[in-house]
């Protein structure tokens, strides 16, 4: 079984421009999540889909930061401006249990974002 | 919000040893999990623990959920080189729109030397 693909791996950009990362989870899985990581922490969640809906965007800021999960299956989510603290990996994550979403989340590998 | 403090934040030992981590929260949460991340991975989930008191085994890993629900320990048995790495708790609460988030401790970071 495939596990939770991301990309790019790596991305560096300037303060105040745009950047994308796209996340394919595992086939089946109807819960997607996306979460940041700051260097030192843990990861901190930043939006939840059920299929193609939001759960829960509380953590998200919505000023820069916006994520869409059209169809389903796919997420990308976005910056727009950045800024020096937005460096961190961006980790997406999936599950298929409802009952339990949080013994299957399995982790992708993460985008590491550097601003400049 | 709800935080939790891991500790130790680093551990340094020798191959064989045991190593013995723990996580409080200052609010309690209904289910325990611990995660391990390698370098340029993401976590991946080692224990899950749903009852407070609950005591869950996973090979040479030995997680319990605290009776106040508001901690939980993570035992490892006779460290390997393998085991490097940083470990994380983290707890989440059911019901509502938040089934499945998970609060993250900040990890520690476990280093074993041959």
């Known amino acids: 079984e495939a596990g939770v693909a991301q990309s790019p791996r790596y991305k560096i950009i300037e303060k105040r421009q745009s950047v994308a990362f796209w996340c394919n989870p595992i086939?089946?899985?109807?819960?997607l999540y996306w979460y940041q990581q700051i260097l030192g922490q843990g990861p901190k969640l930043l939006i939840q889909?059920?299929?193609?809906?939001?759960?829960?965007d509380s953590q998200l800021p919505k000023d820069r930061f916006s994520a869409e999960r059209l169809k389903g299956v796919d997420s990308t989510l976005k910056i727009q401006p950045a800024k020096l603290e937005d460096s961190a990996v961006y980790l997406c994550?999936?599950?298929?249990?409802?009952?339990?979403?949080?013994?299957?989340?399995?982790f992708g590998p993460g985008t590491r974002l550097l601003v400049l | 919000g709800q935080q939790l403090n891991q500790s130790p934040q680093s551990m340094f030992i020798q191959e064989g040893e045991d190593v013995s981590m723990n996580c409080t929260s200052s609010?309690?949460?209904?289910?325990w999990l611990w995660y391990k991340q390698d370098p340029g991975e993401g976590p991946v989930l080692l224990i899950a623990?749903?009852?407070?008191?609950e005591l869950t085994s996973n090979g040479r890993l030995t997680a319990q959920f605290g009776i106040t629900r508001k901690d939980s320990f993570l035992n490892i048995s006779a460290s390997i080189p393998s085991d490097v790495g940083i470990y994380f708790c983290?707890?989440?609460?059911?019901?509502?729109?938040?089934?499945?988030?998970?609060?993250f401790g900040q990890g520690t970071i476990l280093t074993v030397h041959p």
């Open positions: 994550a999936s599950s298929s249990s409802l009952r339990r979403p949080q013994e299957t989340q399995y």
């Open positions: 086939s089946g899985h109807a819960t």
């Open positions: 889909f059920q299929n193609n809906g939001v759960v829960d």
């Open positions: 609010s309690i949460f209904n289910t």
């Open positions: 623990l749903y009852k407070a008191g």
């Open positions: 983290a707890g989440s609460n059911a019901g509502g729109t938040s089934y499945g988030k998970l609060t």
